[in-house]
Each structure stands twice: as structure tokens, then as C-alpha cells.
């Protein structure tokens, strides 16, 4: 970590602009790296930062500037060159091959396709060396559909690792992590910089970007607006220079516990495939109260939030609502008993992206009236009601009529806000509800689910991001491996603690905290 | 038992690998498109383009082997017009699939009539003679069913096992079976997702095209219309039956192809005569259906098959 | 290359590249009358001519052009629900058979009852014809593509089986034909003396209670989510599986209903070759269509007089009648290609 300013300069960004249409996701942004630097791009989401690596690493051509590896001009949109030049990327969604195994996705690309046999013993020895040099214990032979995230990360890592890169980016790399993983995480990092390697860490996480990286680079609406080193700077200039502004999230008060809305008795679920399924979870989600649900992505929420949800029932136990056991259960019979459902894909699941905003926003009350009438739809009303979420929930948008898929990811959200929540629920399950968004929406969005606490609504909160649900919420279960943690109350749990029981330990029972 | 003479008799399993055979192209050829991510619906059209240009090859003078290859390379042709469509530009496959069977028949069709316009019962050639291997065609039974055929029925057994080193043991059947599980990890290593995946569809339509032209230079030494009548489809079918392993696949043929080989010799006997030839003729179909069926909860289907791959998508 | 979204596409982008798939299957067509020695411009004229040139060849074309929409409809209704009914020929034999089973004496009633009981019957064997591919998606998951498509051989053996056997004319000289249809089944002309029968009329009805049935009631609506994103209309509460069983239903029965059109309108009886194919056509008018069931009146029409034009021409100049089928698959491999390109342009990475 000394003498990186009079390093060599491995990585040089020259004034990068890149267009999609109307929209600059990049604007002549200039970034340099030295050899043995850990340089953190920060920004929230929309900034700029996936679009610029993924210029650097060659899936997209900029229309101006220039990238230069070692003093050497990089090919533009060209994945192979970059991959010679030495960077190597973690991406955010990790691009690993379920049906192949570690072996074969590490080797992927890495002999010439016309060659007749793969070496593999070469492969597996060079593979074992870096598992040992750089922390990252994986089998070579195991299946990637059946590992773990933690796991599948070491993988994405070893990739680079494999293929000799001298800079690695990481983007977003915490996001599915417990604290400990991150640990490990930053451990393998630092020992690779101690072999000479340089990082690119891309974050929306200040007190990691703290700990690990020498220098900061802060881009907002695609453009660079602050470099600092982190020695100089602390975790609220950083976040007033990301944002451009004092950060303001919402004051949350502590929620008025009433009775429990909808409990789940003892339920268990099948798993399906490597997701785990529930294992005899009981819980309640009071009115009043925001019930947040911590625990690294894969370890039962989806399960949960799907029965919750209406598309599955339980295989044992009972879900009641309002203390009677239901005797069907659907995504419909869901929202007649009052339940929001905001899914964790808004693209996927949410919204119908071929469908206008209209056509959106009527998706779950399109066969009742005002919207139809013995099997007529009434476009009026349903134009009218989409008018009035338009108007309510700030969606910014050209009009009902619009195709969805032209909105923005923040946009779409409150448009499926609008949808659940004018139909005044007493229930809400929030399922990763701000992932993508940028802080307007963000903040925008918690306000909204602490107006529906307040109005007497019992919110379920999933998420990957702690602080996020720390900061949200009343109660805390941690989940893991499909089993649910006991309650713990706002402020009695450490994020260290949390991620202790996120990591599948508390569970042993050694450590049930006084709630 | 009249059955159980039929399943011992040589001449039965003899039949039963000559009928396996196209299927077996054709299948192999399905296989390693869907094996990259791409359902390729153009088969049968192909496969009845590849019985008229090499046999028709052959009829204007060119040697049996070279008649092979200009079925190939017509397979290759109908097959780079669906990948170009469907890869690229990420048309849908089902209505591209569709689109090349049809342009492939119909200009089967058209060729054939102008070729011979005048013809009432199709001309013959000379086809492909059973080659006998010495020694091992005079092991009893299977003596004559697997080592007396023709030279195609040879390669495409030999094929099988070619396809199955390739895939599993080359970086380029590395490549192609990631590319049919998750393209984007197939592009963040350096790779080319389009050309893999047009390559696989161009090479599995001349493989489709071989096992048409078998039809005409192989099975029979005629061109006829409605000759392929439904075996691309019964390959689709096949494809799933053999959970996309090239192994498995050839059972499948095999399998299949004596059930059909059985049907023929059943109608021929006393007990099949009062039963209406149509059930006979139907059983291949109605055996591809419940294979289907039976196969249908497999996690075996590669992930990303139909899946178009928009380069970083926004 | 990239493919990216265009948010107002400009008047020429929206009607060049159609435009130009056309002229390219003009084209190609032209270059193959070349190839059978004929001239490329008399070939063209001559279909136009056969098409339309004529009263006789406008009646014809709209004759041809009658199970063309039936088909088309179903075609389309499936697809918008993204249900690949590729079975649409076995179920308008389904409508046929139905049609010759009842009609052929065993109702002796008026017309006015006689009529409305056969399109009824023959819808629903359409459906039943669907329904177990569909099941079979719904239940265990088989791709319908094959599924249907194997159907197809299937209930063709299973026409022929009956055609020879329990449904043969006694008098029909040995050839696998059924009986004739009492005239009460037979469906009248619409106008006296003009050779278009009143399938045409039914057709056209039929594509205007499709256009309702999308854009105006609960069910259309259901189907287009469906087809458009299966998860999220499932989320949201959409009975998923009851809408595309209700597809399949529709779609069979509209498919059955080419079959009953031409045994009472045109033939009089069911034989092997009552279709020509006009199950697969189905699928090639859909797509021209968009999937729109006005834009399938539209889209049967233009088929409907390439084949009758390229009979004609044939017959003409002996350039064989593939022809148009050839600028079938043409026009409908450049149209889908051309769409995508009103809607995307297409970027150089």
C-alpha cells in the first residue's frame, strides 16, 4: 500500500463517451490506475459505472476516448484483446456455465477451439496453485449449479486469476456476500495486490470502499465529479459528492407493533433444484411494524416470498391470515386478502414490458369492477385509475399508453407501488424493492413503505443490502439455508452479529440473543 | 411366438439399423444445434433437400460419396439462412424453423420438377451396397445387423462417437455447450457467441441433410415426394428422448427404429392383418409423443436454448 | 452488432422494410421463372391475372381464401398466447369428419337448425383435437410444437382408417370417400349465381369476434399477457394454465371450421386431400397478419391469390405452382426479418 503514486500507470481511461440514444451513460470520463492500487468507483446506480467497464472490458465500443493497458492502446469491442492485455472482470451477475464444472468454466476460451484435446492436468495444477496463493479453496470437479454464491464468486475470481490478469475489476462484489465472506473477500484482494495486481472495485458500499481502496473515483450521471484518496476523505463527503447534495434519507420512527396479520405456522416447502426451500419457518408480520428478512440471496427468501405471495402453498404447516387457516392459495387469493406483492425483478415478474402503463397498472384488478364487468373491460376506468397512479406516485412518463419497457427501472417501480398500494393493503411484501434504483427512488420508495407502516400495514422487507434492512426495520429474522432466525428487536444486533447468523451459525444454537 | 421369431431374426435387426440411420444424422445434426442454444425447426425441410440434392447429384453423374457432400453443403446453405435470422438478429426460432422447412420443401419441390418434368414413376439410381465386414459380418444375429450395411449406416455410427469426443473433450465442444447454458459466459471469456452458435446450427443442418440424402442413396435409390413424411419432427422428439447426449440419442434411434421395423413384420402376419394398416403407420408418432412425454421433467435441457443473446443487453 | 430499441420510429421506418421484403420475394420469384425458362414478367402478370383478373378469379380467390382466415385466426390466437398450434391441420379434419359424421343423414333437419349444429360439433372436435396437446403442456410440460405437429400424421391415418372403413361411400366406386352431404348441410350461396358460398361470410364474422374477444374482453386480454410474459401475468394473479387451455379451445375450433367450411361450402364430402395444406398455410397468413385477426383477412387474401394466380399461371406456362409456395416461405422469412427492423436499428459494436 506505499509507494503507489510514483507506480507505473497499468490502466489509463482517456475521456470515454459513450450514447445510448438520448441517453450519455458516459461523458468524457477519465480514470488512472497504478500498479498495486485498489481504486474504488463509486456512484449509485445509473451512474455509469457498469456501462464504463463494460467499455474497458470490450463488450461495448465508446464513441469517443480511449483505453490504455500498459502504456498500449486496447482494440475497442473486442473481449478477447482486453483479455490479453491482462484485465480480467467479476461481474456483478456472475457468467458461469450451471451444467459445467469449475474446471471447465475456469478453461472456458482458454485453448485455441480448433486444438483436439483439452489439457486438463495442466489446467487442474494451475488451478490448485491459485486456490492456495490467493485464498479461494474451491473443487475443480464440482458441478457450479451446486455451489454456493460465496463459492461461485471464487470462482468468477479464479477465471481472472487463471488467465494471468494484471488488473481485475470487480463490480459490485459485496452485494451477495455475508460480512464474513466479505472478509475473506478483501483478504484474497489485499494478497493480490501484494502480487502486483491492481483493482478496479466498483461499489455503492462507502464503508467498504473505506476499508479496502487506496483512491476514490466518484461518477455521477456519467460523469467524474471527485477523486479523492481515502485517507483524506470520510463516508459522508463521499456520499454528499455521489449524490450531489446532503443525502437525505427518510427519519425513521420506530413502528407501533399492533396484531399479527399473517402468520406462518410451522411451514415447510420443498426445495427446487440448489434453491433451498422453507424448513419449518413460523413467523408473524404484525400490523404497524416493518418485519425485515436479512440473509444472502439463496437461502430461502424466494421460497418465502413465493408462498407469501400465492404461488406456492405449504407442504406442512399452515399459513393464517387474520388468525383463520386459508383453505385455497393463489397469487389472486393473495391480493383479495389484502397482500402487496412488489417482486424482486420488476422486468421480469413485475411488469408485462410489451404492455402500455395502463395495461400495467391493471394487472392484478383487471377481472373485478371498475375495470371490467361480466368479462368486458372498461379502457376508461382502467385509464383513468392509471392517470390517478401517474399523478400519485410521480411515475415520470410520456403518458398511459406507453409502452413500459421506455420507462426507467425507477420509474417502473412506482408505477408497481401505485398498483398495490391504492388498493390500500394490509399487508405488504417488499422483495428487494430499491436494487438498481438510484437514491431519488430509493428514498422515494421508503417513504412509501414507512406512509403504509404508519397507515397500519404489516411490511415485509427482503433484502441483501443490511444496512438497507437495519436501517428500515422494527424486527430483524436472519435467513439462512431456508431456516428462519428468531426476532430481533431495531438496535440489538450488530451488522458482525447479523452476518454471523446470515452465515448459517446461529442456527447450531449457541447464540439465540435476548430479542 | 410370431413376435418374439421376428425379434430374433437377423433381417429384423438388419432393417432396424438401416431405418435408425437417417435418424441418426438428422438427431445428431438437431442435437448439437439445440446443444448450443438454438431449436432448429428446419429439419425436416432440410432433410428432404438433402435426399434430392445428393441424390440428384448423383443422377447427373457425380460419384455416390461427392453426391453426399453436395447434400451437405445444401444442408449447410438452409442452415446459415436460419442462423443468420435467428442468432443475429434473434428471430423467433419456432417461426424461422418453420419458414426454412417450408422454403427447403418447396424448393425441393420446384427443383425436382424442373429437373425432371416429365418423369411418372421416379428414375433410379445406382445406391450405396452393404459393404460387408469380413469376420464380424458372420457373427450370428448381429453379424448382419450392425456389420452389413451400407458405408453411411458405418459413418453414422462412427459419428456418434465423434460428436460425443468433440463435445465433451475439445475446447470447442466446451464452448458450444456454454453457449447453450449461459452465452454470456461464453462472451465474458473472449468467445463469439454468434459464430458458435451459427456454426453449431450450419453444421447440424448438413449433418440433417446427410441423413436425408440416405434416404435416396442409401435406404432406396429413388426421390420421392412425401419420402421424409414426419422423421424430422420424430428427431426432435429424439433429441429429448435422448436427454442431449449423443449416446443416449443413438439408443433412441435404434430404439425407435425397431419399434418401426417391428410394425412392418407385424402387418405381415396373420395377427396384423385384421388390424388396419394405418395403426401400424401411426405407432412411430404416437411413440415419439410418449417419449416426449416420459422425458419431459428432465433438468437436462440446456438453459439458454431459445434464448436470443442481446450483447450486453440493457 | 446490436440490436437497439427505437422509441419513435419515423413513417419510412415503419412501411420501407415491409415494402422491401415484398420486392425481394418479387424477386426471388422472378429469378425462378427464369430458371423454368419462362419470362419473369408474363409470369408475374399471369398471377395477377389468375388472381384477380377475373370475376371468376376474384370468387376463386376468395373461395380459396375462406379456410385461409379460419386457419389463420387460430394460428394467431394461439401464438398471441404464445401456444404453438402447429396441429391446425388435424383439426380442420377434426371439423370436417365431425361435419360428414352429422350431416350426412344422421340429423334430418331444416338447414336453419341443421347448419348452426354442425358448426357447433365440428368447433368442438377442433377443440378436443387441441386440448390434449395442450394438457399435455399444462400437466407435463411437452413442447406443443411437436406435439401438434405429430398429431397432424396421426389423425391423417386416423381420416384415412375411417375412409376406408366405417365412413366409406357405399357408392362411391371404391375410392376412400364418405357419402355425400344431405343438402340441408350444404351452405347456400350469398349471392344467387356467384360461386362464394357463405363460409366467406362466416370467416369474415369470425375474425371481427376475434378482434373483440383481444381488445375488448377480460379473456383477450388474459391471452395477450400470457403470451407476452408468462411470469409476471402468472405473479399477478392471471389463471395462467385456464387462459391457455381457453386458447386452445378457441383456436381448434376456429381451425375446424376450415374443415367444415370446405366440406359443406365447396366439396360436399370428406377425402384425403381436402387440405392442401391449409393447416401449415394457417401459420405463414398469421405472421404475414401480425397476428392480427383483421390484418388475417388481409394477409389470406394475398396467399389466397398467390396459389390461385400460380394454379392459373401454371396451367398457362408450365412453370411448376411450388413457385408459390417458394414466395410464401420467402415473404414470410424477409417479413418477420423486416419487422424486427421497423422496431430496432441496428448498431455496429
Redesign the interface.
Known amino acids: 500500500m506505499t509507494g503507489a503514486d510514483t507506480a507505473q500507470v497499468v490502466l489509463r481511461l482517456d475521456r470515454i463517451t459513450k450514447r445510448f440514444g438520448a441517453l450519455t451513460a458516459n461523458d468524457a470520463v477519465s480514470l488512472d490506475l497504478r500498479r498495486g492500487e485498489v481504486v474504488a468507483l463509486l456512484g449509485e446506480n445509473g451512474a455509469g459505472k457498469t456501462t464504463l467497464m463494460n467499455i474497458l472490458f470490450g463488450q461495448y465500443t465508446a464513441d469517443e476516448g480511449q483505453v490504455m493497458v500498459m502504456g498500449r492502446a486496447l482494440p475497442p469491442g473486442n473481449p478477447r484483446a482486453a483479455l490479453e492485455a491482462g484485465v480480467g472482470m467479476v461481474h456483478q451477475h456472475f457468467t458461469l456455465a450451471d451444467n459445467l464444472t469449475v474446471l471447465e468454466n475456469v478453461t472456458l476460451g482458454t485453448e485455441p477451439l480448433w486444438r483436439w484435446r483439452s489439457d486438463r492436468a495442466a489446467a487442474r495444477d494451475k488451478i490448485a496453485k491459485l486456490s492456495a496463493d490467493f485464498h479461494l479453496a474451491v473443487d475443480p470437479d464440482a458441478r457450479v449449479g451446486s455451489l454456493t454464491v460465496g463459492e461461485r464468486q471464487r470462482v468468477e475470481i479464479l477465471k481472472a486469476l487463471y488467465r494471468e490478469a494484471r488488473i481485475l475489476i470487480l463490480d459490485e462484489p459485496t452485494a451477495v456476500l455475508t460480512p464474513q465472506e466479505t472478509d475473506d473477500l478483501f483478504t484474497t484482494l489485499r494478497e493480490a495486490v501484494t502480487k502486483g495486481l491492481s483493482i478496479v472495485f466498483i461499489s455503492h458500499k462507502l464503508h467498504e470502499v473505506m476499508d479496502i481502496a487506496h483512491r476514490v473515483v466518484i461518477l455521477r450521471h456519467g460523469k467524474v465529479v471527485a477523486e479523492m484518496a481515502t485517507t483524506d476523505t470520510d463516508r459522508h463527503a463521499l456520499a454528499a459528492a455521489m449524490v450531489g447534495s446532503a443525502v437525505s434519507a427518510p427519519r425513521v420512527a420506530p413502528g407501533v407493533p399492533g396484531k399479527a396479520l399473517l402468520h406462518l405456522d410451522a411451514v415447510g416447502t420443498p426445495d427446487r433444484g440448489s434453491a433451498p426451500g422453507l424448513k419449518s419457518v413460523t413467523v408473524s408480520l404484525r400490523a404497524g411494524q416493518i418485519t425485515g428478512l436479512a440473509g444472502v440471496s439463496g437461502n430461502g427468501q424466494a421460497a418465502l416470498a413465493d408462498l407469501i405471495a400465492g404461488l406456492s402453498t405449504p407442504a406442512m404447516g399452515q399459513i393464517n391470515l387474520d388468525g383463520h387457516t386459508l383453505a385455497t392459495w393463489s397469487p389472486r387469493a393473495a391480493v383479495e386478502h389484502g397482500i402487496a406483492r412488489i417482486p424482486e425483478d420488476r422486468h421480469k415478474t413485475g411488469t408485462i414490458a410489451d404492455f402500455s402503463l395502463t395495461e400495467n397498472a391493471i394487472l392484478e384488478s383487471y377481472h373485478k369492477p371498475p375495470m371490467s364487468r361480466a368479462g368486458w373491460m372498461s379502457w376508461p376506468q382502467a385509464e383513468a385509475e392509471t392517470q390517478a397512479i401517474i399523478k400519485g406516485y410521480d411515475v415520470r412518463c410520456p403518458g398511459p399508453d406507453t409502452r413500459i419497457r421506455l420507462l426507467s427501472g425507477g420509474n417502473m417501480q412506482k408505477l408497481i407501488l401505485g398498483r398495490v398500494l391504492e388498493a390500500n393493503p394490509r399487508i405488504i411484501l417488499a422483495n428487494q424493492p430499491v436494487r438498481g434504483l438510484d437514491i431519488g427512488a430509493v428514498n422515494y420508495v421508503h417513504e412509501q413503505l414507512l406512509k403504509a407502516r404508519d397507515r397500519g400495514a404489516a411490511v415485509l422487507l427482503i433484502s441483501e443490502d443490511l444496512d438497507e434492512i437495519m436501517a428500515l426495520s422494527d424486527v430483524i429474522h436472519v435467513m439462512s439455508e431456508g431456516r428462519l432466525s428468531p426476532e430481533f428487536a431495531r438496535g440489538t444486533m450488530t451488522p458482525a452479529e447479523l452476518g454471523v447468523w446470515m452465515a448459517g451459525h446461529g442456527f447450531d444454537g449457541g447464540l439465540a440473543h435476548a430479542s | 411366438m410370431e413376435i418374439l421369431d421376428i425379434l430374433l431374426s437377423a433381417s429384423f435387426w438388419a432393417a432396424a439399423i438401416r431405418i435408425a440411420s437417417p435418424l441418426i444424422f438428422a438427431t445428431l445434426g438437431e442435437l448439437i444445434c439445440e446443444r448450443a442454444g438454438v431449436l432448429n425447426?428446419g429439419i425436416e425441410g432440410i432433410m428432404v433437400a438433402g435426399a434430392f440434392a445428393g441424390w440428384m447429384a448423383v443422377y447427373s453423374g457425380l460419384g455416390l460419396w461427392p453426391g453426399v457432400a453436395v447434400a451437405m453443403v445444401v444442408g449447410m446453405g438452409f442452415g446459415a439462412?436460419h442462423s443468420l435470422?435467428t442468432v443475429?438478429?434473434?428471430?423467433?426460432q419456432?417461426?424461422?424453423g418453420?419458414?426454412?422447412t417450408?422454403?427447403a420443401?418447396?424448393?425441393t419441390?420446384?427443383a425436382y420438377?424442373?429437373a425432371l418434368?416429365e418423369v411418372t414413376s421416379p428414375p433410379k439410381i445406382t445406391a450405396f451396397q452393404p459393404w460387408e465386414i469380413p469376420l464380424l459380418s458372420d457373427i450370428p444375429l448381429i453379424g448382419p445387423a450392425l456389420f452389413s450395411q451400407t458405408p453411411l449406416t458405418y459413418l453414422a455410427f462412427i459419428l456418434v462417437g465423434v460428436v460425443s469426443l468433440v463435445l465433451y473433450?475439445?475446447?470447442?465442444g466446451?464452448?458450444l455447450?456454454?453457449a447453450g447454458?449461459?452465452p454470456?459466459?461464453?462472451?465474458?471469456?473472449?468467445?463469439s457467441v454468434?459464430g458458435l452458435r451459427m456454426g453449431a446450427v450450419i453444421v447440424g443442418s448438413g449433418l440433417m441433410a446427410v441423413g436425408g440424402a440416405f434416404l435416396t442413396m442409401s435406404a432406396f435409390d429413388s426421390f420421392f415426394f412425401e419420402m421424409v413424411?414426419?422423421r424430422g419432427?420424430?428427431c426432435?422428439?429424439l433429441v429429448?428422448f435422448g436427454a442431449w447426449k449423443p449416446g443416449k440419442a443413438l439408443l433412441g434411434a435404434v430404439l425407435f427404429a425397431a419399434f418401426d421395423a417391428l410394425q412392418i413384420r407385424v402387418q405381415q402376419t396373420p395377427l396384423g392383418a385384421d388390424i388396419?394398416y394405418?395403426?401400424f403407420?401411426?405407432t412411430p408418432?404416437?411413440l415419439?409423443?410418449l417419449a416426449?412425454?416420459v422425458m419431459?421433467?428432465r433438468?437436462?435441457v440446456?438453459?439458454a436454448l431459445m434464448v436470443a443473446f442481446?450483447?450486453?443487453e440493457? | 452488432m446490436r440490436l437497439e430499441p427505437i422509441a419513435n420510429p419515423s413513417l419510412a421506418r415503419s412501411t420501407l422494410p415491409p415494402a422491401l421484403a415484398i420486392a425481394a420475394t418479387v424477386v426471388v420469384a422472378s429469378m425462378l421463372a427464369m430458371l423454368a425458362g419462362a419470362n419473369p414478367f408474363a409470369v408475374l402478370g399471369l398471377i395477377l391475372k389468375g388472381a384477380a383478373g377475373s370475376q371468376f378469379a376474384m370468387l376463386e380467390t376468395l373461395n380459396r381464401a375462406t379456410p385461409l382466415i379460419f386457419t389463420g385466426l387460430a394460428v394467431a390466437v394461439a401464438f398471441r398466447a404464445r401456444l404453438w398450434n402447429i396441429g391446425a391441420e388435424a383439426q380442420l379434419y377434426a371439423g370436417a369428419l365431425m361435419t360428414v359424421v352429422l350431416g350426412t343423414g344422421a340429423l334430418q333437419w331444416p338447414a336453419a337448425a341443421l347448419l348452426p349444429m354442425l358448426v357447433l360439433v365440428a368447433m368442438l372436435a377442433g377443440a378436443v383435437v387441441l386440448l390434449v396437446p395442450a394438457l399435455l403442456k399444462v400437466r407435463f410440460g411437452v413442447d406443443e410444437v411437436v406435439t401438434t405437429l405429430l398429431f397432424n400424421f396421426i389423425f391423417l391415418l386416423f381420416i384415412s382408417l375411417l375412409l376406408e372403413g366405417p365412413l366409406k361411400d357405399p357408392m362411391g366406386m371404391g375410392w376412400p370417400k364418405s357419402e355425400r352431404l344431405i343438402a340441408e348441410a350444404r351452405l347456400p350461396r350469398i349471392v344467387e349465381g356467384l360461386r362464394l358460398h357463405w363460409g366467406f361470410a362466416l370467416a369474415l364474422i369470425a375474425a371481427a369476434l376475434v378482434w373483440v374477444i383481444q381488445r375488448r374482453t377480460t379473456l383477450g386480454y388474459e391471452m395477450r399477457a400470457v403470451g407476452l410474459n408468462r411470469e409476471a401475468a402468472r405473479f399477478a394473479g392471471i389463471p395462467v394454465n385456464a387462459v391457455l387451455i381457453k386458447t386452445a379451445l378457441l383456436s381448434g375450433g376456429l381451425a375446424a371450421l376450415a374443415g367444415f367450411s370446405e366440406v359443406a361450402g365447396v366439396k360436399g364430402s370428406l377425402t384425403l386431400d381436402l387440405s392442401p395444406g391449409f393447416g401449415y398455410t394457417g401459420i405463414i397468413v398469421a405472421m404475414l397478419a401480425l397476428l392480427n385477426p383483421l390484418g388475417v383477412i388481409a394477409a389470406a387474401l394475398f396467399v389466397a391469390g398467390i396459389f390461385v394466380g400460380a394454379d392459373s399461371m401454371s396451367r398457362a406456362v408450365g412453370v411448376p405452382t411450388y413457385l408459390a409456395d417458394i414466395m410464401l416461405a420467402t415473404a414470410l422469412l424477409l417479413m418477420v426479418l423486416a419487422i424486427l427492423l421497423t422496431r430496432f436499428r441496428v448498431v455496429r459494436e
Open positions: 425447426l439462412v435470422l443475429p438478429f434473434g428471430l423467433s419456432h417461426v424461422v418453420l419458414g426454412v417450408l422454403l420443401t418447396s424448393s419441390y420446384y420438377r424442373l418434368p473433450r475439445t475446447p470447442l466446451l464452448a455447450r456454454a447454458e449461459n454470456a459466459a461464453v462472451a465474458a471469456q473472449g468467445l454468434t413424411n414426419g419432427w420424430i426432435i422428439a429429448v388396419p394405418q395403426i403407420l401411426m408418432y404416437v415419439s409423443i416426449l412425454i419431459s421433467r433438468a437436462e440446456p438453459a442481446n450483447k450486453g440493457r
